[in-house]
């Protein structure tokens, strides 16, 4: 499908990333959100059915809600006001795409975390160190942090992400675009952990994007998915353990039981992993509902 539509008259560029098809539409972009799954930046040869329409869902819907913190890219998921060229894609494209706004794409990924898990967990209890800065206070696996943490990484198209210190990301672009995009990043977070909270999900940690528009900042990609954050079940938490998760760490776990060398090809997924997927995604967009 995406074949035919990227030969559309209307669409200048195409771009393909490991979830998400951009389409240039010349003052615009449209996103369409596939049904990819990605895990250590390797993308697998299956899918989870309607993942995409669930990305784009909760994108749509938190980008409206926390407008009021930072401007963001969204214009509208309305198939109605979209370009007519689309019309004969709608039943593919509906509930999957956005158009949005054109930006200058800054060029790290802005992860604020609440709590130790993950990769963090994994680096501090080696070196006492959460990308690469030490970190005086004794934790124990998803423990709260005193505050929230923004620990940035390198975005690449072509492998890994690197994890790089806060002080790394500010040698290597503007200092005050760096300060005001780590500030609107906790922000986020910590107002997001509150929404979270009361739906008795924890928001463990979360990653954003951001381009710029004439010198102002914009929140762009996605925004508090599962696939871009880490969500635990409230009632589950307990400090030393792993809660139950409504995200892709479910698959990351999976593919990490079985040692696989996270290079690609991707292992084949059991169906129970891919059906239990699905159900966690969709169990966090009932929550939000």
């Keep these: 499908m995406i074949e035919r539509i990227k030969e559309l008259r209307i669409v200048r560029n195409f771009y393909q990333g490991k979830v998400r098809d951009i389409l240039d ?49 969204f214009i509208t998921d309305d198939l109605q006001q979209m370009p007519v060229e689309l019309e004969p894609f709608h039943e593919y494209l509906n509930q999957r795409c956005m158009l949005v706004k054109k930006t200058r794409v800054i060029p790290f990924e802005c992860i604020c975390r609440g709590y130790i898990t993950g990769s963090a967990w994994s680096e501090y209890i080696m070196t006492n160190t959460i990308n690469g800065e030490f970190y005086h206070e004794l934790l124990v696996e998803s423990q709260k942090f005193k505050r929230t943490l923004f620990t940035p990484s390198t975005k690449s198209h072509h492998g890994h992400d690197e994890n790089i210190s806060y002080n790394r990301m500010c040698e290597m ?20 952990h509150e929404y ?23 929140l762009i990609d996605e925004i508090f998915t599962p696939d871009s954050s880490r969500f635990w079940d409230k009632n589950d938490y307990k400090v030393g353990e792993t809660p139950i998760s409504y995200d892709k760490q479910f698959i990351r776990n999976y593919v990490q039981s079985i040692n696989w060398n996270k290079k690609a090809p991707a292992p084949l997924l059991p169906e129970e992993i891919i059906t239990k997927t699905i159900e966690k995604y969709n169990k966090l967009l009932e929550l939000i509902n």
Aim: proline share 1%; hydrophobic share 45%.
């Design 25 to 73: 539409l010349g003052d615009t972009l449209l996103i369409i959100t596939s049904d990819r799954i990605s895990a250590f930046d390797v993308v697998f040869d299956q899918v989870i059915p309607n993942k995409g329409i669930i990305l784009n869902r909760l994108s749509s819907y938190f980008f409206k809600r926390f407008s009021n913190i930072v401007k963001n890219h």
């Design 173 to 192: 672009m503007d200092l005050d675009l760096a300060e005001k995009i780590k500030k609107i990043s906790i922000d986020l977070y910590n107002n997001a």
């Design 196 to 218: 979270f909270l009361k739906k008795g999900i924890i928001l463990a940690d979360t990653k954003f994007e951001f381009g710029t528009i004439a010198g102002d900042i914009y």
